[in-house]
């Protein structure tokens, strides 16, 4: 049983549309955070947000944490090939474990 | 600094061999943890460690077993391999960060693990 759910799965758009991925629960976490996985790699984190309703924005990307501290969003703008991978949420309860989400692989198509 | 580094980065067993990977870290992190990531169901944690000689189990800790006698260092042993352990391995280390909460994770490159 996943904590976190990812949608969509897979996600395949051209460079400079915009996209949307959603992380959900039933569950409330202490903070969320967004990684990025490319492959072979390890993930490596984008950002960490723990107020419910926070906006957090890095260049293109932005991300929000749910009022109710439950859910998160990934929004991208004006997507390039160079933000191609494997997008990961994690929600913590306490401060030291993490439940992953299920992922969202997305290909930014040149 | 190098990092997170895990040891090795291929491996291929039969089945009822046992193995143990490494994971070493030069950041002076208290926590660390083991992962095992496969298709469509994100990363999973194993095991986790909150200090040196301390280890708790994760959400799938069953046919695992850790160590971590140096601050650094993270075992994970695996005593008989079933096909079920096929899987990519992943560690991680964080800081403690005082009165923080948040924490966040540095991954190391992964191990890919068959299990035949």
């Known amino acids: 049983t996943q904590l976190l759910e990812q949608s969509p799965q897979f996600l395949s758009i051209q460079e400079g549309e915009n996209l949307t991925v959603y992380c959900n629960s039933s569950?409330?976490?202490?903070?969320l955070q967004w990684y990025r996985q490319e492959p072979g790699e390890g993930p490596v984190l984008l950002v960490t947000?723990?107020?419910?309703?926070e906006v957090k924005k890095l260049k293109r990307l932005t991300f929000q944490f749910g009022d109710a501290r439950k859910d998160s969003s990934l929004h991208i703008t004006a997507a390039q090939p160079g933000d191609t991978g494997l997008y990961l949420c994690?929600?913590?309860?306490?401060?030291?474990?993490?439940?992953f989400g299920t992922g969202t692989s997305l290909t930014v198509i040149p | 600094n190098a990092g997170v580094t895990q040891t090795p980065k291929f491996r291929v067993l039969k089945t009822g061999q046992s193995m143990t990977l490494l994971c070493a870290q030069d950041?002076?992190?208290?926590?660390m943890y083991w992962y095992r990531q496969d298709p469509g169901m994100g990363l999973r944690l194993i095991h986790y460690?909150?200090?040196?000689?301390?280890?708790a189990k994760g959400e799938v800790p069953d046919g695992y077993n850790v160590s971590r006698l140096k601050k650094q260092n993270f075992l994970l042993g695996l005593e008989s391999a079933a096909p079920s352990q096929t899987s990519v391995y992943f560690c991680?280390?964080?800081?403690?960060?005082?009165?923080?909460?948040?924490?966040?994770?540095?991954f190391g490159p992964g191990t890919r693990l068959t299990v035949t």
């Open positions: 991680a280390s964080s800081y403690s960060g005082g009165l923080a909460t948040i924490y966040e994770q540095y």
């Open positions: 950041m002076n992190h208290e926590y």
């Open positions: 947000v723990v107020t419910g309703g």
């Open positions: 994690a929600g913590a309860h306490t401060g030291n474990q993490f439940y």
């Open positions: 460690s909150v200090g040196e000689g301390t280890t």
């Open positions: 569950s409330v976490f202490s903070s």
